[in-house]
């Protein structure tokens, strides 16, 4: 099997690397369960609300060449919408079984070359995930409506303000934010 080193960008100088490379994206981990199915699907009214939890997470996986791996881990839980109104009018909100659960962790290898210590994590954190979430929006769209639902389309996501939020949080914390 014969392997070929990647085109020199326009403009860059002969054997200059690329700061941000994507070695591989992967589907790590992915499940999806409908515990009251198949009664499930001849019960259901109204569209489901779903919950959508994201957490982005990296560490190094070789110290010498900058070699990282990246994951994006999404879980969607799914119920029905509304319960009756109550005697005042209001809807009550009662989650009760979840009809699905999707958990999808996609992730990636990615090779940082000569990029400043100060600026590993926004590129681990900010940069990486977004080239890694329009795969994972698209297999858990996919999954879900396979799995008989509505498809699951996830909303673009800031990842500065996630990233900026954790940081915050661990700081607040005492705590210093590692990648």
Request: aromatic residues 6%; proline residues 9%; hydrophobic residues 45%.
């Given at each position: ?7 020199p ?16 994206q ?15 699907f001849?019960q ?10 994201l ?13 990282y791996?990246v994951?994006?881990v999404i879980?969607a ?18 989650p009760g ?14 090779t940082?070359n ?7 994590e926004p590129?681990l ?23 008989g639902?509505?498809?699951?389309l ?25 990648a």
């Amino acid at each position: 099997m014969s392997q070929t080193a990647p085109a020199p960008q326009a403009g860059a100088p002969a054997g200059a690397q690329a700061p941000l490379v994507v070695n591989i994206q992967y589907v790590k981990d992915l499940s999806f369960e409908v515990p009251g199915a198949p009664a499930i699907f001849s019960q259901l009214k109204a569209q489901p609300q779903v919950n959508i939890n994201l957490d982005v997470g990296a560490r190094r996986l070789e110290e010498a060449q900058h070699v990282y791996e990246v994951s994006l881990v999404i879980r969607a839980e799914a119920h029905e919408g509304t319960a009756p109104a109550n005697g005042n009018g209001a809807a009550q909100s009662d989650p009760g079984a979840p009809l699905f659960v999707a958990e999808l962790t996609y992730a990636g290898v990615f090779t940082l070359n000569g990029l400043p210590d100060n600026a590993v994590e926004p590129v681990l954190l900010v940069e990486c995930p977004r080239i890694l979430f329009p795969f994972a929006r698209n297999i858990l769209s996919d999954v879900t409506r396979d799995g008989g639902f509505p498809p699951v389309l996830l909303q673009p996501i800031d990842f500065v303000a996630l990233w900026q939020a954790r940081r915050a949080q661990v700081q607040g914390a005492g705590q210093t934010v590692t990648a």
